[in-house]
């Protein structure tokens, strides 16, 4: 069992939890992911690391309440356990020769591209961070990109924020401006990651993407979350998460992601039929 060592709400749709898992913590490295279930009975489902301590020996999940599990941790306390706690998983992610780098977060993805940008921070690299969101009351983790880059740039859809735009539109003022990036990372939804890399594509910018494919075993063993970069099959939790976003194909990934959207629904409508709250992983 593994205890919940702190939870925070970052808005109305996303919350953070804190796991006491040392084993997990001691190896975990930016890019890589843990399954977990929330009880015995529960279903397995993937969650890229947002963050560790090794002294403290936990590991920080970030999650959107949308499908029947994570509405079930979202209503997990400080306290609480989970049955199984499984990682790290997936290749980390690799810097080396880095000088300047963007780090790009659409959204939730910017849980996970908070590590990558604290990771080439602390190696002494040059950091431009550009996160967006919806609107305002969906920024996330602000003050924690902040304090791991050099510049930080956040976008809103609505411009409720007080900047209207697309994290693209930023990245390719800046590359107008004469930003010379060794890598560009984008992690986000498929569509955001793809522009991304259409903007990136023309310069020669190395762009890094992490992707989160349906996936069920996290072993390479079930092909379920198989994706084609460079007209090759891979597997996103074994040859992955990360992958040159110039060679992905992003048409297809999004069928993929949107394959079990009306099975999902029905699950989470069947949870949420008992006795008004959601009771099952």
Known sequence: MFKILRKEKLNSQVTLLEIDAPFVARKAEPGQFVILRAHEEGERIPLTIADYDRNRGSVTIIFQEVGAT????GN???????ADFCGPLGNPSHFEGVRKAAVIGGGLGTAIAYPQAKKLFGMGVDVDVIIGFRN???IILEEEMAKVSHHLYVTTDDGSNGTRGFVSDILKKRIEEGEKYD????????IMMKVVCDVTRPHGIKTI????PIMIDGTGMCGGCRVTVGDQTKFACVDGPDFDGHLVDFEELVRRLSMYREHEKECLDRHE???GGVLDG
């Not at 890598?183 to 939804?189: D, E, K, L, R, S």
Request: glycine share 6%; proline share 7%.
């Open 70 to 73: 994570t509405r079930l941790l």
């Open 183 to 190: 890598v560009v990372i984008a992690i986000g939804p498929p």
């Open 209 to 212: 993407v992490s992707l989160n």
């Open 273 to 275: 039929c008992r006795l």
């Open 136 to 138: 305002k009351e969906l």
């Open 76 to 82: 997990f306390e400080a306290g609480d356990k989970l």
